[in-house]
Structure formats: structure tokens, C-alpha cells
């Protein structure tokens, strides 16, 4: 299977290097309550103002400092480092926390932006770097938002975009193993309500903008909140048909017909979060399960699909990356 070197590496981080950095164009998650709301960008936010949107920006970070601590000796490390250090500050982090601060806020970047957050702050603490205790106090905010907002949301929201419950619950829980024991108990107790007792999948998907696999990151998330055995039994009940290839869907990549448009593009990133998604629930089953080497052949095909076209245009380029790492194995929730 396809797996992270040097080579891959280097372009994941000339890619992102280009973009994490770049103001426009730029999509704003802002309420303006008058006219002095009205700002660019960067005065807005002084860390994460390029790579098109808040959360790519954040995630696109995450990518840089993972493949800097996989492969410092790397050309593009020396510049990674340089820019972190710039950037990944106490003065600059109170200006993201400002921002959480501002009426009608609450729902900024919710809840893909806060635990793209959460796993940037685990990925730094990785580094022998300030990074981790700069980003720490905007960390605990984005921690405490899902602990007020979870008890609350009564239905999880199973959209293959950015609003999906499960993709965020993965990235979240990952960080609060080490973090918060509470959030942990937390995030485990509302999973199991919402997906504990789903049979049956039929993935209807893909819609024409996703970017998630509703069917497969739920899986994903069941993975790591269930004991090896449990969740053998859950997942066999999830998608009694796999053995037989059914759904058909989730074993066949996603069509990309207009790189330049970035909705459509978005399927390139359900191709690569599909690699990943089949990789890590092959991993949770074991290698004696009959229909892992289906998972990972189809991981395989999905990552084939769209690795070529990372940066076809911007509208993927600023976030691929992400996704491909990701898709090699490495990363949140269990990878290396």
C-alpha cells in the first residue's frame, strides 16, 4: 500500500508551505454586527488567515508540523520551523481567542474548525517547540465549546461536509486521551447514543460536495470508542453486506468532473478520506478479518483516484494535503 516517504512528503509540504501564508482569496465564517466588524483576513485572525478559510489554514498547519516531526531533515523543515516560530505565538493565539470572544461567535467553525484545532495543539505538543504551550489556551476553549455543546445537539449531524458529528469526534477524542479525561467519557457516552445502535447502513453518498464518508467516519468513530470485540459485532450488524461488496458505493471512487469548481472538488478529498476511513477500520478489525484485504484494496484505489490531483487548482490545493496524509496512514486517532 501506498505509504509516506521523503518524496510524498516534500510535495505535501511545497504545497502547503504555498498556501498556509497566502490572505487571498479568502473565505470569511463571520457575523458582522456593524461596521466596525468589517476587516481583512489577517486582522481578523493573525495566525490562521491564509489557505482560503480558517479550517484548512488550521489543518494545513497540523500537515506541516506532522511531516516536519516525520521527516526533519527534510529541505522544507528549516521553513516550517522558521514559520511556526513566527506565527505559533502567545500574542498571535490571543488574537484567535479574541475573536471566540465576539457576540455571535459561538458557532464559529463548529465543529470542524474546533477539532481541527484540537489535533494541530496534539500534533505540536509532539515538538520540542513553544508551539504546544502557545496554542494551548485556544486548545482549551475549542475543548470547552464541545463540552457545552455535545449534551445539547440531540441529533448528529451526518452530513459528508463540514458540519459531519463523527469526523469531529474522532479528531476531538484523540487529543482529549491526552488531555481530558471528561471530554473522553463525554465523547464516548453521545457517540453511543447517536450510532451505537445503527444496523444496516445503506450510504446513500456520495452527495455532489462531499468530503466525508458519513457511513464509513461514523464507523471510524465506533472503532475507537469500542472494545476490538464489540466493535467487530457493531460493525458486522453496521454493513451486514460487505462481504459481497455492498453498498456498492463506498467501494467505488468518487468522479471529480471540475477540479476548479471547489465544491465539486471536494470529492477528491472524499476519495482520500475514504483511504483513510478503510485503512483505519481494516486496523481496528485485524488482519484475520475476511474482508480486510477488500478495505485496504479499496483504500488503495480511493488514494489513486486523487493523489495525482492535489494541486490541480486552488480550490483543492489549499486543503488536500491534508487529506492525502491522512489517506498514507499517518496522522489523528491512531496513525503514526
Known amino acids: 500500500m501506498t505509504t509516506l516517504d521523503p518524496v510524498l512528503a516534500r510535495r505535501f509540504a511545497r504545497i502547503t508551505l504555498d498556501h498556509v501564508g497566502r490572505e487571498y482569496p479568502y473565505k470569511l465564517d463571520h457575523v458582522l454586527t456593524g461596521a466596525h466588524d468589517a476587516a481583512t483576513p489577517a486582522m481578523l485572525h493573525p495566525i490562521f488567515h491564509g489557505s482560503f478559510d480558517w479550517h484548512s489554514c488550521v489543518h494545513g498547519w497540523w500537515q506541516l508540523l506532522t511531516v516536519r516531526r516525520l521527516f526533519p531533515d527534510l529541505p522544507e523543515a528549516a521553513a516550517i520551523v522558521a514559520r511556526a516560530d513566527a506565527l505559533l505565538t502567545p500574542t498571535l493565539v490571543a488574537g484567535e481567542l479574541a475573536y471566540l470572544d465576539r457576540p455571535l461567535s459561538t458557532g464559529f467553525e463548529r465543529p470542524y474548525g474546533w477539532a481541527w484545532l484540537l489535533a494541530l495543539h496534539a500534533e505540536a505538543a ?135 469548481d471547489g465544491k465539486i472538488a471536494h470529492l477528491d478529498g472524499l476519495n482520500l478520506s475514504r483511504a483513510w476511513c478503510w485503512r483505519a477500520i481494516a486496523a481496528a478489525l485485524g488482519p484475520a478479518h475476511l474482508a480486510a484485504p477488500a478495505m485496504r484494496g479499496t483504500a488503495e484505489r480511493h488514494l489513486a483516484a486523487s493523489l495525482p490531483h492535489l494541486d490541480d487548482d486552488y480550490m483543492g490545493s489549499h486543503w488536500l494535503a491534508t487529506f492525502a496524509l491522512l489517506a498514507t496512514g499517518v496522522g489523528v486517532a491512531g496513525g503514526a
Open 126 to 260: 509532539r515538538h520540542d517547540k513553544a508551539w504546544a504551550a502557545a496554542l494551548a489556551p485556544l486548545a482549551a476553549a475549542f475543548a470547552e465549546r464541545f463540552r457545552s455543546y455535545l449534551p445539547k445537539l440531540t441529533y448528529p449531524i451526518r452530513a459528508g461536509t463540514h458540519g459531519n458529528t463523527a469526523f469531529a469526534l474522532v479528531l476531538a477524542r484523540d487529543w482529549a486521551m491526552r488531555h481530558d479525561a471528561a471530554l473522553v467519557a463525554l465523547i464516548d457516552a453521545r457517540a453511543g447514543d447517536w450510532f451505537g445502535d445503527d444496523r444496516g447502513c445503506q450510504a446513500w453518498e456520495p452527495s455532489g460536495d462531499d468530503f466525508l464518508s458519513s457511513a464509513l467516519v461514523e464507523a471510524v468513530l465506533m472503532s475507537r470508542v469500542l472494545a476490538a470485540p464489540a466493535f467487530t459485532a457493531w460493525f458486522g450488524a453496521f454493513l451486514p453486506d460487505l462481504a459481497r461488496g455492498a453498498p456498492a458505493t463506498l467501494f467505488h471512487p468518487a468522479t471529480v468532473s471540475d477540479r476548479s
